[in-house]
C-alpha cells in the first residue's frame, strides 16, 4: 500500500493563479480530509469527505473548492490564489466506525506570490 | 474558543531522560478522542498514540504514554528514554462526538533532544 500521496510537493503560484492539489488513497478509506498548517498554529481544518459524492466544509474554506468522485481521489482546488494561502497542506484519511485515526500524507509546500 | 492549548512551545531534553509535553482540550462531548502526531524536519504527520473518552486505562505504545486526566481535561504525552530521533514537532489533537473525525489540533510543542 502506498498510503496516503499528494502531489505536487511544491508548487510556486503567482497571484490570481488556480491550481489543483492532488490526493489519493489505496486504503478504501471512507474518510478524507484536508488541512493547512501555518506557523504557529497547528494544522487547520479547510474541507472533509465522508464518502464519495458527500463533502463538507471545515474551519477555513474560503478561497478553495473540493470534489469526491471516487473513494480514492480528493483533489483540492485552489480557485484564485492569493499570498494568505500560501502554507503547507496534507490531506489525511481514515476508516469510519473506528478511532478516527488520520493517516497523513506527505504534505505539499504552496508559495504564492 | 481554543478547544487544544499546547502550553509549551518549546523544550529541551537530555538524551536518554523522559518528558512530559502538556495539552489541554475543552469539550462538551461526553465521546471524544484524543490524539498525538509527531512532525519531525522532513514534515511528515507520524500519528504516535490515542486515548479514547471512555479508555479507562491511559494509553500506551512503546516508549510514549498518554497520562488522561479526564476531570482536569488534560492529555499529557510521556517519552520516556528520549533519543536524537525524538526531536521533533509535537500535537496534540481531539475529534468530538462518536461519529465526526474533524480534527481540532494545538499549536504543537517543539522536542529538542540534546546528546
Known amino acids: 500500500n502506498a498510503g496516503v500521496t499528494q502531489t505536487p510537493k511544491f508548487q510556486v503560484l503567482k497571484t490570481g493563479q488556480s491550481m489543483t492539489l492532488q490526493c489519493a488513497q489505496d486504503m478504501n478509506h471512507e474518510y478524507m480530509s484536508w488541512y493547512r498548517q501555518d506557523p504557529g498554529m497547528g494544522l487547520r481544518l479547510i474541507h472533509y469527505?465522508?464518502?464519495?459524492?458527500?463533502?463538507d466544509q471545515g474551519e477555513v474554506p474560503n478561497g478553495y473548492n473540493v470534489s469526491r468522485s471516487t473513494t480514492e481521489d480528493f483533489p483540492l482546488r485552489l480557485l484564485s490564489a492569493a499570498p494568505s494561502q500560501t502554507s503547507v497542506y496534507f490531506c489525511?484519511?481514515?476508516?469510519?466506525?473506528?478511532?478516527?485515526?488520520?493517516?497523513f500524507g506527505p504534505g505539499t509546500r504552496l508559495l504564492v506570490l | 474558543a481554543q478547544k487544544i492549548t499546547q502550553t509549551q512551545p518549546g523544550m529541551f531534553v537530555q538524551e536518554k531522560e523522559a518528558v512530559t509535553l502538556d495539552c489541554t482540550y475543552d469539550t462538551s462531548d461526553q465521546s471524544y478522542g484524543l490524539f498525538w502526531y509527531k512532525q519531525p524536519s522532513s514534515g511528515e504527520m507520524i500519528f504516535l498514540i490515542y486515548?479514547?473518552?471512555?479508555?479507562?486505562q491511559n494509553a500506551t505504545e512503546g516508549r510514549y504514554s498518554l497520562n488522561f486526566q479526564k476531570a482536569r481535561k488534560s492529555a499529557n504525552l510521556v517519552i520516556s528514554a528520549s533519543q536524537l530521533g525524538d526531536s521533533a514537532m509535537y500535537f496534540c489533537?481531539?475529534?468530538?462526538?462518536?461519529?465526526?473525525?474533524?480534527?481540532?489540533f494545538g499549536a504543537g510543542t517543539t522536542v529538542t533532544v540534546r546528546a
Open positions: 486515548q479514547g473518552s471512555y479508555d479507562e
Open positions: 489533537a481531539m475529534r468530538e462526538g462518536p461519529y465526526d473525525y474533524k480534527l481540532s
Open positions: 469527505s465522508v464518502g464519495a459524492g458527500i463533502t
Open positions: 489525511a484519511s481514515t476508516v469510519s466506525g473506528t478511532t478516527g485515526t488520520q493517516y
